[in-house]
């Protein structure tokens, strides 16, 4: 008796972990796919393979990412860079740092649309306050990367009257 139940323990969690498995695959076949169709510019189905990449692994922040990533893109071309779409994107790379806090391209996307929204709107401190807080936490989370080091310097600059004197230093010691 004891011997079928463990069986039965076994059996049922194999099944598990191969399901599991099976989720992550198809999320990357699913993310593969949304990024070929990206680039042929089929946005629709691309939007959708994005979002079924990230319920097929909700784990993987990367997937979130690149979901934030097309649809600023996707906005930049069909909206003309309106806010319409800044708050769900927002959301998107929050929830990516949420799974993970150490994720320095999600902290400079965020910055970058925190950015964008300070041209559109007439609280571009608040903004830029924003961008460079999440710029400061990328260089924290990756100091020696080139491409952090390189996005956050060069993205800085197109607000460098509002920085103060140590954001300014920093960004200069990024660039060296």
Same mark, same amino acid.
């Given at each position: 008796?004891?011997?079928? @139940? $463990?069986? @039965?323990?076994?059996? %049922?969690?194999?099944? $598990? ?6 989720? $992550?695959?198809?999320?990357?076949? *699913? +993310? ?7 680039? *042929?510019?089929? /946005? ?15 784990? +993987?922040? !990367? !997937? ?12 930049? !071309? ?6 319409? +779409?800044? &708050?769900?994107?927002?959301? @998107? ?8 806090? /150490? ?11 925190? $950015?964008? *929204?300070? %041209? ?9 306050? &924003?961008?460079?807080?999440?710029? &400061?936490?990328?260089? !924290? ?6 491409? %952090? ?8 600059? +197109?607000? /460098? ?14 660039? &060296?």
């Amino acid at each position: 008796m004891k011997q079928t @139940i $463990f069986n @039965i323990i076994l059996v %049922t969690t194999l099944i $598990f972990i191969t399901l599991l498995l099976g989720c $992550f695959y198809m999320a990357d076949v *699913q +993310h593969r796919k949304a990024n070929e169709l990206r680039t *042929q510019y089929r /946005w629709r189905l691309a939007e959708k393979k994005y979002k079924l990449a990230s319920k097929l692994n909700p784990i +993987h922040s !990367y !997937y979130l990412c690149d979901l934030g990533d097309f649809l600023a893109e996707k906005g930049a !071309y069909l909206e003309n860079g309106k806010p319409i +779409h800044f &708050k769900n994107i927002e959301r @998107i790379y929050d929830s990516a740092l949420r799974l993970n806090p /150490w994720n320095a391209k999600a902290m400079i996307q965020l910055g970058k649309i925190q $950015f964008a *929204q300070s %041209t559109l709107n007439n609280k571009r401190g608040i903004y830029i306050a &924003k961008a460079m807080s999440n710029f &400061k936490k990328a260089l !924290y989370a990756n100091p020696n990367g080139f491409n %952090t080091c390189y996005q956050v310097a060069y993205l800085s600059m +197109h607000a /460098w009257k509002e920085l103060d004197n140590a954001e300014r230093e920093l960004i200069i010691s990024k660039l &060296k």
